[in-house]
């Protein structure tokens, strides 16, 4: 395999979480960028890095610098996506990806023109229980998929002042925990959603705080998803089949999931990965395909993820100020 050299952008604690699974995978970190003043620096040390950089824009401009990590805000994922991409880079952006549909097609369509890739940074499409999970699903054993119910709560501490409930740094629930939730449906259902039905509660600064959503394609397959972000709930997924469900808990890092047989109740379990290596499962994935081992197989449910959203946010009236500035 070539060794592909990483940049990373944006140094908080997903940036720490996800630069120690690229040392722990063997693959490492070329560089690092950091406007405050000495971080740049300490995280070379601290990962063992190449190079240090004390602004966004030089380690972009580095020609041995191959796939670039974004870990920035949501509200500012477009604008340093966009300028990797003009430079020739790969990026593996941070979810949400975007805060829209459209600001993705913009990346879809540089990247093309640029030919080089786009991944998102979520783990679900990486933990090796969901093969597992799509292969009994595919087997037929428990008949076909009618129903998915979703929770995802985060009670995030009240302060109106953190990013989660932020408009100017697209704060809310949908991009922060909702991405998780959609990214578990919409590979389990066999075409994208035509029917979006949604009702939205929002915190004193505008972000949505908690939401139900309710989705049908033209299979007839339905999903019911409930968002809090200032009440726990569990990290929940059920895929309700004909003759059974699937029960997955803490479903963005599963590696567990029990099978309930509808006729007698019998309940079995499956296993596979470990919920520890998530990251390091993601980082692997973007390192086979950028070395043409294996195809992407992630895009178009990113797409149709951020498209659900986008209708989602559309139909709250939420829209956030430098969208109205654009």
């Known amino acids: 395999m070539k060794k592909i050299n990483w940049g990373i952008l944006g140094l908080g604690w997903i940036g720490g979480d996800f630069s120690q699974a690229l040392v722990d995978a063997g693959i490492g970190i ?7 003043p000495g971080k740049a620096e300490a995280w070379r040390e601290r990962f063992g890095a190449q190079k240090a950089y004390t602004t966004y824009e030089a380690l972009l401009a580095d020609p041995e610098i191959d ?25 593996l952006v941070e979810k949400a990806i975007t805060v829209c549909s459209e600001q993705l097609e913009d990346m879809k369509k540089l990247a093309a023109e640029k030919g080089v890739k786009i991944f998102e940074a979520q783990t679900i499409y990486h933990m090796p229980l969901y093969d597992k999970i799509h292969e009994l699903i595919d087997s ?4 076909p998929v009618k129903m998915i119910q979703v929770n995802f709560g985060s009670c995030k501490e009240y302060d109106v002042k953190n990013r989660f409930f932020n408009q100017d740094l697209a704060g809310g629930a949908l991009l922060d925990i909702g991405v998780y939730a959609l990214s578990f449906v919409r590979p389990f259902l066999k075409s994208q959603p035509d029917v979006v039905l949604t009702t939205v509660k929002r915190f004193e600064t505008g972000v949505d705080e908690s939401s139900g959503i309710i989705l049908k394609n ?12 200032r009440a726990k709930q569990p990290k929940q997924g059920v895929i309700a089949c004909e003759h059974g469900f699937i029960t997955v808990g803490n479903y963005p890092r599963a590696d567990r999931a029990t099978v309930t047989l509808t006729e007698d109740s019998r309940v079995e379990t ?7 290596k998530a990251l390091q499962y993601e980082a692997e994935y973007v390192d086979r395909v950028l070395n043409g081992e294996i195809e992407d197989r992630t895009m178009e449910y990113t797409t149709d993820v951020m498209e659900i959203m986008t209708n989602v946010r559309r139909q709250w009236g939420i829209t956030f100020p430098f969208e109205r500035e654009a």
């Open 30 to 36: 070329y560089a690092f960028a950091s406007e405050k």
């Open 140 to 143: 037929g054993r428990l008949g």
């Open 67 to 91: 796939v670039v990590y974004i870990a920035t805000p949501h509200s500012s994922h477009y604008e340093w996506a966009m300028k990797a991409l003009a430079q020739g880079k790969n990026i």
């Open 270 to 276: 499956i296993e596979a990965g470990e919920t520890a």
């Open 218 to 229: 033209k299979d007839d397959e339905m999903a019911v998803i409930a968002l809090t972000m």
